[in-house]
């Protein structure tokens, strides 16, 4: 059992950390690199005894956690490469131009890194979002020392993984104090983090309340700080007609198994599903609630999230105007979340906010509309989401295109003819979207842009050569992408 970290112990952390960023922050980004690489060499090669803890605190087996195990090493060394790289530095330079009335002055411009990052470990993954995950890459590659709060569902193995961390910061004979970590179960450590002078931005991954106190707290300092929560998503998907007339029985399969994925609990789990009444629609929640029949229930992470999810489902399936359509048909053990699929009218559902909200589980709304009015309707009311889906074809697209933009507008990642589940670790991708997916839905978690999050602006106007970062020297040492007198180019000057 661990304690909740004291005040003084706070205190001191941040203080070490701060003054250690006065050092991390000066070295090359190559340094930096080699730092994660070292991170990823040793959870790679941590013994067994990590994901045998890991199964016994979070309920998951053992394949999965290996998969995520696997996940969080390939986000390390693939965002150290990134770091390497320089892309997100977003090097830019405009030479003087001395002849020009009045004078143009030399101005380069470059990301630097905010300062001591705080880092909430998320529940439902215990290594890619939490104490060696993506936000903790994201802020070491961006030259920020990086405080982890452990989350209280798997403090053993948020404390293995710290210390793996520890060790890489002593191999690469760094200030220890670039990485910390702490624990807290309550509401006062995490305040304390947030508050506290040093911390210059945070990240987390967890509930809208959750998300949302950390993010007020923030906001109502002297100095307020970004706090990048990615929160709650119901992932609405909407079947047009279409595609739904072609392939209504194989997308309700393509459903029950995304629905009911890890029991439900990812944050890109599909919640909401929505179609125009009629035939095909009836045909896919027919063969999408014999699917979920057939699914067993599955023990989640943790009691209390069976308890939060039992009382969120109870609570939307005693709304009025809302039926089960279908139910697993195994009864569930202590702790399982059971899937349901329920239903109810587009009319019902544009009338009642509760509807809106994120069952966490193998949970998912359909929702049956009266036509193309009403469930562009629908589209407008729903508030921003991580993701997006429309099951459509070429014409469906051609023939909704108020729809398309309208569903364009809330999410972070629109998809077509897939499912939401499973985040690609790419450049590409687009973790975050407008609140209450997320807090800034300009920045992403997951993929290499995520190192912006923990940097800002600055120029340096009228420098000379010898005194300029490395990344702004006219000989371009590290051999980055800049943009100069807007030209993209590794060129020197």
């Not at 035939?279 to 989640?300: D, H, K, S, V, W």
């Not at 589209?379 to 364009?408: F, P, R, W, Y």
């Amino acid at each position: 059992m661990y304690k909740d970290a004291t005040v003084a112990e706070i205190n001191e952390v941040m203080e070490k950390a701060w003054k250690a960023f006065h050092l991390y922050r000066k070295l090359s980004i190559r340094q930096r690199a080699a730092l994660m690489r070292a991170i990823a060499t040793g959870l790679d090669q941590s013994p067994d005894a990590l994901i045998q803890t890991a199964m016994q605190e979070t309920n998951l087996p053992e394949a999965r956690l290996r998969n995520e195990k696997a996940r969080t090493v390939f986000q390390l060394n693939s965002y150290a490469d990134a770091c390497e790289r320089g892309e997100w530095l977003e090097a830019r330079i405009d030479t003087a131009n001395p002849d020009r009335n009045p004078p143009k002055p030399d101005i380069r411009k470059m990301l630097v890194p905010l300062g001591p990052v705080v880092v909430f470990g998320a529940s439902n993954f215990p290594f890619a979002y939490s104490t060696a995950g993506g936000d903790t890459a994201c802020a070491l590659a961006a030259g920020c020392p990086v405080i982890v709060k452990a989350h209280p569902a798997h403090p053993d193995t948020s404390e293995i993984v710290a210390g793996i961390i520890h060790e890489a910061v002593k191999q690469q004979q760094l200030p220890e104090a670039i990485f910390a970590h702490v624990h807290g179960a309550s509401f006062e450590v995490g305040k304390a983090l947030v508050t506290h002078p040093y911390t210059k931005a945070v990240g987390f991954t967890g509930s809208y309340l959750g998300g949302k106190a950390l993010f007020d707290w923030a906001n109502q300092r002297k100095e307020p700080i970004p706090v990048f929560a990615e929160m709650g998503s119901i992932n609405p998907v909407w079947l047009l007609p279409g595609k739904l007339q072609q392939s209504a029985t194989d997308i309700a399969k393509m459903y029950a198994g995304s629905i009911t994925l890890g029991v439900g609990q990812f944050c890109t789990n599909p919640g909401l599903i929505i179609g125009v009444e009629g035939e095909p629609l009836q045909q896919f929640i027919t063969a999408l609630g014999n699917e979920i029949r057939q699914i067993a229930p599955g023990t989640m992470l943790h009691p209390g999230i069976a308890k939060a999810y039992e009382e969120k489902k109870s609570t939307a399936l005693g709304q009025q105007e809302v039926s089960t359509v279908a139910k697993s048909a195994t009864a569930p053990a202590a702790n399982q979340g059971v899937p349901v699929i329920a239903s109810a009218t587009g009319k019902a559902f544009l009338n009642n906010p509760v509807l809106h909200q994120e069952v966490f589980g193998p949970y998912s709304l359909v929702i049956r509309c009266a036509d193309a009015a009403e469930m562009l309707q629908v589209a407008e009311k729903i508030e921003g989401q991580l993701t997006a889906t429309l099951m459509a074809t070429e014409q469906d697209m051609l023939d909704n295109d108020d729809l398309v933009e309208a569903v364009k507008n809330i999410c972070g990642r629109f998809i077509l003819n897939s499912v939401p589940t499973g985040v690609e670790v790419c450049l590409a991708m687009q973790h975050g979207g407008p609140f209450p997916a997320s807090t800034d839905g300009r920045f992403t978690s997951v993929g290499a842009d995520g190192i912006k999050r923990f940097a800002r602006p600055v120029s340096f106007q009228g420098w000379p050569d010898s005194l300029l970062p490395a990344e702004l020297k006219n000989g371009n040492p590290l051999g980055i992408w800049r943009t100069v007198n807007n030209e993209v180019t590794k060129n020197t000057l």
